[in-house]
T-cell receptor
Framework: EAGVTQSPTHLIKTRGQQATLRCSPI?????VYWYQQALGLGLQFLLW???????NRGNFPPRFSGRQFPNYSSELNVNALELEDSALYLC?????????????FGEGSRLTVL | DQQVKQNSPSLSVQEGRISILNCDYT??????FLWYKKYPAEGPTFLIS?????DKNEDGRFTVFLNKSAKHLSLHIVPSQPGDSAVYFC???????????FGTGTRLQVFP
């Protein structure tokens, strides 16, 4: 069974540009979570999608947005990139609602903003 | 404000010995705790969890202890193996919320 897949693996952008990251959850999982792991910080919760709806978001500015498609895959968009957006972005999926159970993570997309 | 803290960024343990990874939290509403392990270039994988109604949960070589009064939990790995070398994240959530709050991680190195 395929796990959570993310693309691209690496992405290099310059300040002010936009970045789009993609995530495909495990088949049958309807919930997708996005996390940011910046240097020296723990995994920071970004967004939670379930059944196509945004259920909750973390303490990030509105330039971080996303969506979930009918096939439950998801996209994270970061507009007006800033240097501090450089981080590993992890996507996770689960079959239940809420992350108190097991989350399955992808390998991440490393975004570098120059 | 870091609600979940892993104050030791790294830990080095000899193979066969016990590894103890610590985690402190500040939010008394947290009632579910998890440990994740992360190898380089991979996403974190779930390791073990514990509910606040328990003070211990064991799964093979891994045991998690929860001290609610001290707002402290620890992960014990016995015996430690070189394949355990990874970054370990502690995470917590509060009832009826959907957010998992992660610590900053502890890098465990198990040497022969």
């Amino acid at each position: 069974e395929a796990g959570v897949t993310q693309s691209p693996t690496h992405l290099i952008k310059t300040r002010g540009q936009q970045a789009t990251l993609r995530c495909s959850p495990i088949s049958g999982h309807t919930s997708v979570y996005w996390y940011q792991q910046a240097l020296g910080l723990g995994l920071q919760f970004l967004l939670w999608y379930d059944e196509g709806e945004e259920r909750n978001r973390g303490n990030f500015p509105p330039r971080f947005s996303g969506r979930q498609f009918p096939n439950y895959s998801s996209e994270l968009n970061v507009n007006a990139l800033e240097l501090e957006d450089s981080a590993l972005y992890l996507c996770a999926s689960s079959s239940g609602t809420g992350p108190t159970g097991e989350l399955f993570f992808g390998e991440g997309s490393r975004l570098t903003v120059l | 404000d870091q609600q979940v803290k892993q104050n030791s960024p790294s830990l080095s343990v000899q193979e066969g010995r016990i590894s103890i990874l610590n985690c402190d939290y500040t939010n008394s509403m947290f009632d579910y705790f998890l440990w994740y392990k992360k190898y380089p270039a991979e996403g974190p994988t779930f390791l073990i969890s514990i509910s606040s109604i328990k003070d211990k949960n064991e799964d093979g070589r891994f045991t998690v202890f929860l001290n609610k009064s001290a707002k402290h939990l620890s992960l014990h790995i016995v015996p430690s193996q070189p394949g355990d070398s990874a970054v370990y994240f502690c995470a917590a959530s509060a009832q009826n919320t959907d957010k998992l709050i992660f610590g900053t991680g502890t890098r465990l190195q198990v040497f022969p």
